[in-house]
């Protein structure tokens, strides 16, 4: 959400935010209308408005048809990886021990983050209690009573509560430390998991690029003169760098599917609600964020995903989902792609770059090859989803963080001054129509979905931008790397459902890119099967970042 005049930093950002807050500032309000694509939603028809939306529940087109399980088994990882199952297996052969790896993983990201510039991944760390559960997941692996996760270091973005540690947000000004562990959190330890500590993000997620002056935040994984991606930028880059194969990321408008797809690692948004986000940093809440992971294998995903969802009385929007076990997850990553429907929307196809559309339609038609079926759809407000978003977001975040903005304002950054400046230019009936608007885009997503098992499209429209050492000092916007960024990734979030990414390929700058793939409301199975298929025939592969220094066992 940015005025389309280039990259602005430094002085030429402070002009702009102190003229926001001046009556001259109606002009840049009705060229930024414009740039956003607001003028372009007022000017659609009628009949491209449904009724008022009443509620966020994930889109569902159809019952959940069952699939056969082609018995292909979960997909080899590459030998250069540390994944869960790799871990496991070296403390199950008593080849390593959890305490050894929670050393290991704590130094690998001190390491990375003393280089310059910074890839490293950790914001704070918590060595003293990860020891301590080393050693208790050290105790039940040798009783014979190893979780799913036993021994599984991981990173929690500070967006989650994490008992001790506090939920910055990315801010300077929030460090009360968190007196319990969120339910997504708690979960985690009791599958086994071991939490290192959290992960930086952009400021409270409002930015899709990876840049926060607050923090020392890590820069792409694969080339350290471009950005990570966000918000979950912390969590992509410490899997892409080895430090854990999975790690927590939350997800408004494609920050779990963005880094993970810049940094060349897979990602998944859940369903809306289907991970608890009670426990999370700003009380108010929003109707597009999902909590979610980022993982090295789509392996790694399922885990994550069955040991974290089920219903919590905390966040309303969970309950009354519909039951998913760990053998539903991992047991759809043998079922393989035959007689899978893959709609294609061209039109939104024909919009990309051609660099980024070209290895991401490489993998479809490798889906195609290997029993898939490629079939054309049409979603019509798909070209404004980004608009709608911005709207629904933007307008969300301001109305959470009116406490906050009235004791805080000056001390974020700048990009956040002049995000919740543009906020206050729109109005209530901006809002409203915005979800309106929404309400049509997510029965056209139904309708889709009634024909077709996933959606497929790019997951940016743009590989890892790049970036200085003084912009990531001073704060900058970037209307263009922002469109091209934030392109295709609203559409999971305003329908709320599934979607996850793999790496697929390198645009011309060798730099990694993704294929998104989107299913029905509560189908994450149907999405894992692609990926892990993905992953399989080799379409999909975790690329080896110049920063990553072999597996952690």
């Not at 959290?198 to 002056?213: D, K, W």
């Not at 929307?345 to 029993?371: C, F, M, N, Q, T």
Request: hydrophobic share 45%; charged share 20%.
């Amino acid at each position: 959400m940015a005025l389309n005049v280039g990259r602005l930093s430094g002085a030429g950002l402070r002009a702009v935010v102190v003229l926001m807050r001046t009556p001259a500032r109606h002009p840049v309000v009705r060229l930024l209308r414009s740039q956003l694509g607001i003028e372009r939603l007022l000017a659609l028809p009628e009949e491209d408005r449904g009724a008022m939306l009443h509620d966020a529940r994930p889109v569902r087109a159809r019952e959940a048809s069952p699939r056969h399980d082609a018995g292909l088994g979960i997909p080899a990882q590459a030998p250069w990886q540390s994944s869960c199952v790799s871990l496991r297996a070296a403390y199950h052969s008593g080849e390593h021990v959890p305490r050894d790896v929670v050393r290991a993983a704590l130094g690998r990201a001190r390491e990375l983050a003393a280089r310059s510039p910074s890839v490293g991944s950790l914001h704070l760390e918590d060595e003293a209690g990860a020891l301590v559960a080393a050693d208790e997941s050290l105790r039940r692996i040798q009783q014979g009573d190893a979780r799913p996760l036993e021994g599984v270091v991981t990173i929690i973005k500070e967006e989650l509560d994490v008992a001790g540690l506090p939920t910055g947000l990315g801010t300077p000004f929030l460090t009360t430390p968190a007196r319990r562990d969120a339910t997504a959190v708690a979960r985690l330890r009791a599958a086994g998991a071991i939490v290192l500590g959290q992960s930086p993000m952009t400021q409270f997620g409002m930015s899709p690029l990876g840049a926060n002056v607050h923090r020392r935040m890590p820069r792409n994984a694969h080339d350290p003169s471009r950005l990570a991606g966000g918000s979950s930028t912390g969590s992509a880059v410490a899997v892409a760098t080895g430090v854990v194969p999975i790690a927590l990321g939350f997800d408004g408008g494609g920050s779990i599917r963005i880094p993970a797809a810049l940094n060349g690692v897979f990602g998944l948004k859940p369903t809306f609600g289907r991970i608890p986000t009670d426990g999370h940093g700003l009380s108010a809440g929003s109707s597009v964020v999902h909590a979610g992971p980022i993982a090295a294998t789509p392996h790694d995903l399922a885990l994550f995903l069955a040991s974290t969802c089920g219903a919590s009385a905390g966040d309303v929007a969970s309950v009354g989902q519909p039951p998913l076990s760990e053998a539903a997850c991992v047991g759809a990553l043998g079922r393989g792609v035959h007689g899978l429907r893959i709609g294609v929307d061209e039109a939104e196809w024909s919009a990309a770059d051609p660099d980024v559309a070209r290895p991401a339609r490489a993998a479809l038609a490798a889906l195609e090859g290997e029993g898939a079926t490629l079939h054309p759809i049409t979603i019509p407000l798909a070209s404004n989803a980004a608009a709608i978003g911005y709207l629904t977001i933007g307008l969300e975040m301001c109305t959470a963080l009116r406490d906050l903005r009235l004791r805080h304002g000056d001390e974020m950054e700048l990009y956040m001054q002049l995000l919740l400046l543009q906020a206050d230019a729109f109005s209530s009936t901006d809002y409203l129509d915005a979800q309106r608007l929404r309400s049509r885009l997510r029965e056209h997503t139904a309708a889709a979905l009634r024909e077709v098992d996933l959606i497929a499209l790019p997951t940016t429209n743009c590989t890892a931008p790049p970036v200085s050492d003084r912009e990531m000092r001073e704060g900058f916007v970037d209307a263009n790397a922002l469109d091209a960024i934030s392109r295709y990734s609203y559409l999971g979030n305003l329908t709320g459902i599934p979607a996850g990414t793999a790496p697929v390929g390198a645009g011309r700058d060798g730099l990694p890119l993704g294929l998104q793939l989107l299913g029905d409301a509560w189908d994450e199975p149907v999405v894992l099967s692609a990926l892990a298929h993905l992953q399989r025939i080799g379409a999909a592969s975790a690329m080896r970042p110049t920063t990553h220094a072999g597996p952690l066992t």
